[in-house]
């Protein structure tokens, strides 16, 4: 098992580094794809390796024509998989912590929470890996408020690390009994406004929470980027009785705000991972700079 | 002139024995007291040369101006009346010489000035008091003129020898002490005042200088506090006169400011400042105490250890409790705040996730096709066409393949599967090489191929390939033999001619194995069909 992960670590690493000359090759098929269709003579500095290129071109399938880079790699083979999540708190926490986690299993699919004890995050994380657990969700709080949100994608993937605002958990809302059942239904997923490089990114991590719903599901998440904070949403939808077009929407489950601030390329226990995007707030420029989207 | 002269001296009469409170009300005495200002004027005119009026125009001027014109005439009698005061007060003789009239006359004068001080001291805005005021004033005027003529006289018959037309002791020693009394101040004329020995005076000038107190300052006023301001006045002085100060204000001067100290008299100066200064300075004089204020109390602001804002890295323990809570703190945030969730918001929201169910425009999770793990059954071609083989060679072909793998003919109609077979072999080897230990080498082609000794490759590269013994060369493969190698030069005749029979067997059992191609012989042939 260790082994292996050295092994997977290295291939991994030897990966990243091809790389450079993978991205380099892609360039230059896509300018003779270019010069092909478009008519025009191939450019001077591709005349030696036009032939085997071209040759390379036509053998090309849907996967191999995209280059791969090693940051979405770990979600590559994500869809083939249903995900197992993994929910945690920090040590020693309070009953406000522990009800919200409650309420966020119930709104993951696929969700199994665990109580911290005194359990060393790589133990958890150890575990994790050997029991085929995909990701592993992290609370912490701050007096009561849960403030912290760490996903932590398994075999190696990224971690993204988020600051939980204006957190209205659904035992805040009503009492048991008025609250009624939530439905466990894989939900639809509405991203709005993740743009950027990053915000795909983002995108990326959020979704593979998430197995593939049915077509007529009636449960939908949504997390709506603004100036980058997001705002996570549960509601259930039903056709109302105004025809076709009108909809009725009934808000389920909690509701927060999420703040990125860290993704780094490694899982939760390694440190020295490296960082992939971290927010930089005391810039001069940070007010004008969105991260996310727009 | 004579009837002018009557009816003014009538018009004085009437006004002296009107009732005071017929001055109150608007009336016909106006024009009597002006008849009787004009009087005055023509009166006192001769006294003094120096006027620019040869009579007071009363005709259609009103108050303001009629008093203006009669101060322009007394302003410059009034220093040489004083002049002449202080003279009497340094030889008194001299006053007792002129005799009963003019003492009387400057009694009256006392008393009228006493009286019209008073009068003075209140802010006048009715024509007729103005016309009083002026009245009062010229009547003091006249009893000190008449003194002071009588004075004149004997001096000027003291010195008669120096002067003449142009050069007038009087007038230098008036000029030496007009100029002295600016440069110091109306200090020195005040202790000739005061020294002068009108007991009287005294206590009404206590009166006075109370009285002055109250009231707002006046310029107008200014002149008879100056004459009649008493002892606090002297405060004053020594604050404009601080840089011009002499020895006699501190050391055996008349005053009892001798042992007090430079801080002291500033002090009291303050202080003096606050109650009378402002009403004896002039503007810039003002000016000026002002500016000293300020300077004081900025250096004193600058001596002072600083507020604790101003002070740069302030520590909890070095400011006040609590100080920073009151202290606006004002600095910029460089991070937007986080949004505050209101009703448009959520509702906005709810639109936008209504409109994306209408289109059913989700970001869901899509799987992504799998690779065929199968290749797909290829139909076989049946062909129609008649088979080019006999039976006979079909079994042939079978046999032989079954017997002798290495000599079968290849199976394979196109030489494209072949080249695809051959690529297809190296990679499974290839792939096969990198799942560690379930290696199964290549078949051995029973050809003539190098083999070469290769080490085994250490554990920590990336594709860690462990290489089967297989491929190694044994050590018996490269070298067979004992350790005994003779060179060449070495042998005997015996041994070489052993070593030529042992390669000669050897090469024998190997051509009996692979039996050797002939080349054609062209010759032969060529020499057959030749002979035929």
């Known amino acids: 098992m260790l082994r292996r992960n050295v092994r997977l670590r290295k291939e991994y690493l030897y990966r990243k580094n091809l790389e450079g000359d993978e991205r380099q090759l892609y360039e230059k098929k896509r300018k003779i794809r270019e010069a092909l269709q478009e008519g025009k003579p191939i450019p001077t500095e591709l005349r030696n390796e036009e032939a085997k290129l071209r040759q390379e071109i036509d053998l090309e399938d849907q996967n191999t024509a995209v280059p791969r880079s090693h940051i979405d790699d770990e979600y590559a083979n994500a869809t083939q998989k249903e995900p197992k999540i993994l929910l945690t708190t920090s040590r020693d926490p309070s009953a406000p912590l522990t009800r919200f986690v409650k309420e966020l299993n119930i709104v993951f699919p696929n969700a199994v929470k665990l109580n911290r004890g005194g359990q060393v995050i790589s133990e958890i994380i150890e575990t994790a890996r050997s029991h085929d657990f995909t990701d592993v969700i992290f609370v912490s709080e701050n007096r009561g408020k849960p403030d912290g949100l760490i996903i932590s994608h398994l075999p190696f993937g990224p971690t993204a690390y988020f600051q939980l605002l204006n957190v209205v958990t659904r035992h805040e809302i009503q009492t048991k009994k008025e609250m009624g059942k939530m439905s466990e239904q894989y939900p639809h997923l509405i991203f709005e406004r993740f743009t950027t490089q990053m915000g795909k990114r983002v995108m990326n991590i959020l979704k593979h929470i998430f197995p593939v719903p049915k077509l007529d599901a009636k449960r939908i998440v949504t997390f709506s980027n603004e100036s980058d904070y997001i705002s996570f949403r549960n509601h259930m939808y039903d056709k109302g009785e105004g025809g076709p077009k009108s909809i009725e929407l009934k808000e389920v489950g909690p509701r927060f705000e999420l703040r990125l601030y860290q993704v780094k390329l490694g899982t939760l226990e390694q440190d020295e991972a490296e960082v992939e995007w971290v927010l930089r707030p005391y810039m001069n420029t940070a007010k004008k700079r969105q991260f996310l989207g727009e | ?532």
């Open chain 2, 1 to 532: 002139m004579a009837a002018v002269k009557d009816s003014g001296f009538e018009a004085l009469e009437k006004l002296k024995s009107t009732e005071p409170p017929v001055f109150l009300a608007p009336s016909s005495i106006s024009e009597v007291a002006r008849a009787a200002s004009q009087y005055l004027f023509t009166k006192l005119k001769p006294h003094n040369p120096k006027s620019p009026f040869d009579e007071l125009l009363v005709d259609g001027f009103d108050a303001e101006q009629i008093w203006q014109q009669i101060d322009m005439q007394s302003q410059p009698l009034l220093s040489s009346l004083r002049h002449e005061v202080k003279r009497f007060a340094k030889s008194p003789k001299e006053i007792r010489k002129i005799g009963d009239l003019a003492v009387e006359a400057s009694h009256e004068g006392d008393v009228d000035e006493m009286d019209m001080d008073d009068d003075n001291d209140v802010e006048d805005d009715d024509d007729e008091l103005e016309a009083d005021e002026s009245e009062g004033e010229e009547e003091e005027e006249d009893g000190e003129e008449e003194e002071e003529d009588e004075e004149e006289e004997e001096e000027e018959e003291e010195n008669e020898g120096i002067e003449d037309k142009f050069f007038k002791i009087k007038d230098l020693e008036d000029f030496l002490e007009e100029g002295e009394a600016q440069e110091y101040g109306t200090d020195y004329k005040n202790k000739k005042g005061l020294s002068k020995g009108k007991n009287q005076n005294l206590s009404d000038d206590d009166d006075d200088y109370d009285e002055e107190d109250e009231e707002d300052e006046d310029e107008d006023e200014d002149e008879e506090d100056e004459e009649f301001g008493a002892f606090a006045g002297d405060d004053n002085e020594d604050a404009d006169n601080l840089g011009k100060a002499r020895y006699e204000d501190f050391f055996g001067g008349k005053k009892k400011e001798t042992k007090r100290t430079m801080k002291d008299a500033i002090e009291d100066e303050e202080a003096g400042d606050g109650n009378q200064g402002t009403e004896k300075l002039s503007t810039h004089e003002k000016e000026l105490l002002k500016l000293q204020s300020k300077i004081e109390q900025m250096e004193k602001a600058n001596l002072d250890p600083k507020h604790w804002t101003m002070q740069g890295e302030v520590s909890a323990t070095k400011r006040p409790k609590n100080s920073a809570l009151e202290v606006d703190l004002d600095f910029e945030h460089n991070a937007r705040p986080p949004p505050v969730i209101t009703e448009e918001v959520t509702a906005s929201l709810e639109d936008m996730i209504k409109s994306r169910i209408i289109e059913a425009r989700f970001d869901d999770v899509q799987r992504a096709p799998s690779l065929p793990t199968k290749s797909k059954r290829q139909a076989k071609e049946l062909d129609d066409s008649k088979s080019k083989k006999g039976l006979a060679e079909v079994y042939e072909e079978e046999y032989v393949q079954k017997s002798n793998p290495a000599f079968a003919p290849a199976t394979f109609s196109d030489e494209l599967k072949k080249e695809a077979s051959m690529l297809f072999k190296k990679l499974c080897l290839k792939l096969d090489a990198l799942s560690h230990f379930h290696f199964t080498p290549k078949p051995v082609i029973e050809e003539m191929s190098i083999q070469t000794n290769v080490p085994a490759i250490a554990m920590e590269e990336v594709a860690p390939v462990a290489v089967s013994d297989a491929a190694m060369l044994a050590p018996e493969e490269i070298f067979a033999g004992t350790g005994k190698i003779k060179d060449e030069s070495e042998l005997t005749q015996e041994e070489r001619k052993r070593r030529r029979a042992k390669k000669k067997r050897k090469f024998k059992a190997e051509s009996a194995n692979h039996p050797v191609k002939k080349a054609r012989d062209t010759n032969t042939e060529i020499h057959n069909t030749g002979n035929e």
